[in-house]
């Protein structure tokens, strides 16, 4: 895959061809083509080199938390006892299920993660046993979500 930048390997068409996916992504090319007045050889032309480029990273359903049963959805940040600490540190937070997102961040937390539990009780366990059991961890700081605002896709210039 070719690491290219977005300003340089998109335009307008490419941009609206996302646009109709990130609103619908079971859209069938085809409709997309007729909604756009072109080809559907095209569309899938242009998602292929989208793919190929990386700007289209993949496809995936989307599930939803609270109907899923995670009645507790937290952000955490971990410090970490050292700093080379955090790559293993991550390797591990991988096998915990309710860990559905790890980023390495700057400041305070060497790693900030989002996790989903059933309930309070069920995070508690995650965080006492699970998460400060790694080695490495030094603490954590967690934040209740109480609901999402909003969540959209990357803009795409």
């Not at 699970?130 to 030094?138: A, D, F, L, T």
């Amino acid at each position: 895959m070719t690491n290219t930048k977005h300003s340089d390997s998109t335009d307008y068409l490419d941009q609206e061809i996302v646009k109709k996916l990130d609103e619908n992504g079971r859209i069938p090319f085809s409709e997309i083509a007729k909604e756009l007045n072109i080809s559907n050889s095209l569309v899938h032309l242009r998602v292929r080199k989208m793919q190929e480029s990386g700007i289209i990273a993949g496809f995936s359903v989307k599930l939803n938390a609270k109907q899923s049963g995670f009645e507790t959805i937290t952000y955490t940040g971990i410090t970490a006892k050292e700093a080379h600490f955090s790559y293993s540190i991550a390797e591990q937070l991988k096998l915990i299920p309710e860990v559905v997102e790890c980023h390495w961040v700057s400041g305070k937390y060497a790693l900030f993660i989002k996790i989903v539990a059933t309930n309070n009780d069920e995070l508690r366990k995650i965080l006492y046993e699970r998460i400060h059991q790694i080695e490495g961890v030094g603490g954590t700081d967690s934040f209740f979500s109480f609901g999402s605002a909003f969540e959209k896709n990357l803009p795409l210039k």
